[in-house]
């Protein structure tokens, strides 16, 4: 069964999914491959003792290599499920059921429970703290589900603008 768009994605929309996207997973790749560069430079961040050979440069290569084959499918999943779900997403009315009290690098829980073909799902995401006011205010949150696979949603304001 073919699913009908539900709406066209803008290309700024696309292009910010895949930037934020390419920023998460790039970063850690980036990361990797200086530890690497600054070892075959002779300095060794993972040597604490100060022995005269530290780590070799072949195990920050390894790192590099596995965090590659880790974070860029990852990272093309991630763009892809987005961008799924902002062309073939059906919006519902979900209700916001609890907001988590520990703040992590300024996102909290918040948990939400929603209706879709009579049948109801729950589920979690990260939301930035200033926003945290907004839904309690509001507990009615707007969500894109996939048709294909119900149980999985996603806050509309994450990929299409603006909620409740």
């Not at 590099?64 to 779900?85: D, M």
């Not at 907004?134 to 996939?146: A, K």
Request: charged share 20%; hydrophobic share 45%.
């Amino acid at each position: 069964m073919a699913l009908e768009p539900q709406r066209e994605v803008p290309a700024e929309l696309r292009s910010e999914i895949i930037q934020i996207n390419a920023l998460i997973f790039g970063g850690p790749v980036l990361l990797l491959f200086l530890l690497y560069a600054l070892r075959l430079c002779g300095i060794d961040p993972l040597n604490k003792r100060g022995d005269e050979e530290g780590v070799s440069s072949n195990l920050y290569l390894a790192f590099a290599i596995i965090g590659t084959l880790i974070c860029v499918p990852w990272c093309l999943w991630r763009i892809r499920k987005s961008l799924y779900l902002a062309r073939y997403g059906v919006e519902v009315i979900g209700q916001m059921t609890s907001i988590g009290l520990v703040q992590m690098k300024g996102m909290r829980s918040m948990h939400y429970r929603y209706t879709y073909l009579r049948s109801t799902y729950a589920g979690a995401t990260e939301i930035v703290a200033s926003a945290v006011e907004r839904y309690q205010q509001s507990p009615q949150i707007r969500l894109l589900v996939d048709p294909a696979k119900p149980q999985r949603a996603m806050l509309y304001n994450e990929v299409l603008g603006p909620g409740l």
